[in-house]
Nanobody, 127 residues
């Protein structure tokens, strides 16, 4: 059974940092594309960063360029989202998603690409 479990969310001041974790089970993460999305009430889910299954190439949204990075620990079957220089507009529920055993050559920040989702973790950036 495929399962994704996010953790690491919380309240942080502007300029601060957080690291989110996405622990995967039921499939081998390194053979899948993994993405982080975020969503605020009343808005569509937004792609943040993704990492592809082949060589670990990443894609990112312009809004997080230079501030957020995604990484993968194959031994732990876990993906991380390192967030730095956080801004109030980064406040959202963050979700990890998996395109399991994909044959694609690069990952995409498109909701419909991903068939499996975690339950989400709240990140609040506020003074």
């Amino acid at each position: 059974q495929v399962q994704l479990v996010e953790s690491g969310g919380g309240l942080v001041q502007p300029g601060g940092s957080l690291r989110l974790s996405c622990a995967a089970s039921g499939f081998v993460l390194r053979y899948s594309d993994i993405a982080w999305f975020r969503q605020v009430p009343g808005k569509e889910r937004e792609g943040v960063l993704c990492i592809d299954n082949a060589d670990g190439d990443t894609s990112h949204a312009d809004s997080v360029k230079g501030r957020f990075t995604i990484s993968r620990d194959n031994a732990k079957n876990t993906v991380y989202l390192q967030m730095t220089n956080l801004k109030p507009e980064d406040t959202a529920v963050y979700y990890c998603a998996a395109d399991v055993y994909t044959a694609g050559s690069s990952c995409e920040l498109t909701v419909s690409t991903y068939g499996y989702w975690g339950q989400g973790t709240q990140v609040t950036v506020s003074a």
